[in-house]
């Protein structure tokens, strides 16, 4: 049974998610590099630590949400890392967005410390997160899985077992393309219908009227037509996501010309200052 758990990552996604497994009254220590947050979390019965290791080390379970491009390395391999602290039998969860080869190498150093690890990203914004409505995508042993059930379901309302280490990583893929694609679409579209003489309001009525209607479309027009571009999900983290999905595809030997979009599209608005604000942020981009 789950009772003790490291927290590695309590960002925008990932402060959410450790608050609500402190709800059900976990035993928990936290690792994050801004000590604010860390406070909020003690705040809530978290014991704040100094180090990944100390996070790692005597838990049941060990939960990291960091983007690749932060610095990972250190923090799991390094002296005060987290696999200088974690036990073996320890189940460790990659959650956050990594490349194939990142996750590969994780388990494979995971393997030689006798830790049971889980290719786990999470799919969804800030508010999924609040309400425990994120989507884990699981790549891993199933009695492993069954074993963080209880802990992930206070996270995710869908669990997904999607193969063998490495498919989290390659599923997660699969749903920043196409989330990234629907957004941009998304932002042509209102762009493209403003200048045509509609209201956004007007705009978004209609297509939540026909085939094309997602929730998306449906929350994201909304806040984009209120002007509020408040960060729910960032856009720098799905440039990110994107430069991963783009390296994928190219060493699939694959030409898909919506990834060079969007890739591009996303990389403009990031180099434009927008990387802090939501991801429909792209539609400033689209307008300037």
Not at 149 to 162: H, P
Not at 268 to 278: M, P
Request: hydrophobic share 40%; aromatic share 6%; net charge negative.
């Amino acid at each position: 049974m789950i009772k003790k758990i490291g927290f590695l990552g309590l960002g925008t996604v990932g402060r959410h998610m450790a608050a609500n497994l402190l709800k059900a009254k976990y035993e928990m220590d936290v690792f994050d590099s801004d000590p604010e947050v860390v406070k909020e979390m003690e705040k809530l019965g978290a014991k704040g630590v100094a180090s990944p290791k100390e996070a790692a080390a005597g838990k049941d379970l060990v939960i990291m949400i960091r983007p690749e491009k932060e610095s990972l390395r250190p923090d799991i391999y390094g002296p005060e890392g987290l696999f200088a602290g974690i036990d073996p039998g320890t189940i460790f969860a990659g959650m956050g967005t990594t490349s194939q080869e990142c996750t590969l190498e994780i388990a494979e150093a995971a393997a030689d410390k006798r830790v049971m690890f889980l290719d786990a990203p999470v799919w969804g914004t800030k508010e999924h997160a609040a309400h425990g409505f994120l989507t884990i995508l699981v790549g891993g042993d199933e009695s492993v899985l069954s074993r963080c059930r209880e802990a992930f379901s206070l996270i995710g309302i869908n669990i997904i077992r999607v193969g063998e280490i490495g498919s989290g990583t390659r599923m997660k893929f699969v749903v920043n393309l196409v989330q990234a694609e629907q957004m941009q679409a998304l932002a042509e579209g209102l762009v493209l219908g403003e200048k045509l003489g509609f209201q956004a309001d007007k705009i978004l009525e209609v297509l939540d009227s026909g085939g094309v209607a997602s929730p998306l479309f449906h929350s994201k027009g909304r806040s984009i037509a209120r002007g509020d571009f408040s960060r729910n999900l960032a856009l720098k983290y799905v440039h990110e996501q994107l430069e991963l999905v783009r390296s994928a595809a190219e060493k699939a030997d694959l030409k898909l010309p919506g990834v060079e979009c969007v890739c591009n599209l996303f990389d403009q608005a990031d180099k434009d200052g927008r990387g802090e604000e939501d991801f429909s942020a792209v539609i400033k981009t689209l307008r300037s």
